[in-house]
Nanobody
Framework: QVQLVESGGGSVQAGGSLRLSCVVS????????TGWFRQAPGKEREVVTV????????YYADFVAGRFTISRDDVKKTLYLQMNSLKPEDSATYYC???????????????????WGQGTQVTVSS
């Protein structure tokens, strides 16, 4: 069973930084899509950044605008999201997710994600 566990959320002032972590465990050895999503109260869940481990081509949502960076440590089996220059509109619950290898492909924005973490709350005050 694949499990994802996020951490690193918290409360910061606008302009501050946070680094989210997502530890992945379980049998997901083949190339697959993975990344970060977020959902603010009353809004739909949206993609923040995703990439295909097979070619490491990264997609960032337009609102990221160079402020966030996704990375991973294969030894630690951990996915990271470094968030800088945070804005109040970045406040949301952030989720890491992974798609099954058979569901994955180069266009990771459009695939079905089967594995989700429990989410970590990010609150940015003005």
């Amino acid at each position: 069973q694949v499990q994802l566990v996020e951490s690193g959320g918290g409360s910061v002032q606008a302009g501050g930084s946070l680094r989210l972590s997502c530890v992945v465990s379980g049998p997901i050895y083949s190339n697959h899509c993975t990344g970060w999503f977020r959902q603010a109260p009353g809004k739909e869940r949206e993609v923040v950044t995703v990439f295909y481990t097979g070619n490491s081509r990264i997609y960032y949502a337009d609102f990221v605008a160079g402020r966030f960076t996704i990375s991973r440590d294969d030894v630690k089996k951990t996915l990271y999201l470094q968030m800088n220059s945070l804005k109040p509109e970045d406040s949301a619950t952030y989720y890491c997710a992974a798609a099954k290898p058979l569901d994955s492909g180069p266009h990771c924005r459009d695939v079905e994600y089967s594995y989700w973490g429990q989410g970590t709350q990010v609150t940015v005050s003005s």
